[in-house]
């Protein structure tokens, strides 16, 4: 990359969406905004445990996050030469054929997969999810899919895709559902030990692979 023009960062969080303009050449932040700037977005617990926000919420709040920068950042917008997005970990997002959300997302503090990841270590064995995944497959995205497949199959047959949080944000970016190695690592679907997805632990849950965009 050449040390001309500038970096554009997003970070979306569960209480506000930030957005940053650095400078290459000198790193320094050009235009900051958040959004939104004097409230917190809301977190919808429908039960006990759970927690859930819509992935289109933080769309709306890139948007208005990008357009507050647009009126204070005094740059051309033609030189942002890379966008960077950082992102509440181990939500669930999943998407019909069209790629949309089929339901809010159940975000990284919600609860209910605890069980589901329990049986998968006690099934899988503390050995082998600790040397291939790093990690027990606990209340993280995989468990939180396998759950609506137990609880939601009428929601669970219509799912094309399912993604991480940043990885939905950059799908309305680009109109292309992809996804990387280390998302799929902090949803406890990469293989460490293998160097790929972790196959063994979607068939287990009884995931079609097919739902994992392409990496």
């Known amino acids: 990359m050449s040390l001309d023009g500038y970096l554009l960062g997003y970070d979306i969080g569960s209480s506000s969406v930030k957005a940053n303009i650095l400078e290459v050449a000198t790193g320094q932040v050009v235009a900051s905004s958040t959004s939104p700037d004097t ?10 445990g759970w927690a859930e926000q819509h992935p ?29 997005i950082s992102y509440q970990m181990h939500g669930l997002v999943i998407l ?24 998968a270590l006690e099934d899988l064995g503390e050995k082998r999810c600790l040397s291939h995944l790093f ?15 137990e609880n939601r199959p009428d929601l669970f047959k219509r799912v094309r ?32 030990k293998e160097g790929k997805r972790a196959d063994f632990l979607l068939d287990y849950y009884g995931i079609d ?4 965009p392409q990496i």
């Not at 054929?97 to 997302?105: I, R, V, W, Y």
């Open 135 to 149: 990690n027990p497959p606990g209340n993280f995205t995989a468990s939180k899919l396998r759950w609506v497949s």
């Open 209 to 212: 692979p097919a739902l994992v």
């Open 39 to 48: 409230t917190e977005l809301e977190i919808m617990a429908p039960k006990p």
């Open 161 to 192: 895709f399912f993604m991480l949080p940043g990885d939905y944000i950059a799908l309305k970016l680009t109109g292309i559902a992809s996804t990387t190695a280390s998302g799929l690592s902090e949803g406890i679907l990469w293989d460490f």
């Open 96 to 119: 019909d054929n069209e790629l949309k959300p089929l339901a809010p997302s159940i975000i990284w503090c919600d609860s209910r997969a605890v069980g589901v990841g329990r049986r």
């Open 56 to 84: 289109d919420t933080w769309w709306m709040h890139i948007q208005n996050a990008t357009a507050q920068l647009r009126n204070s950042a005094q740059i051309n917008f033609r030189d942002i030469r890379a966008v960077g």
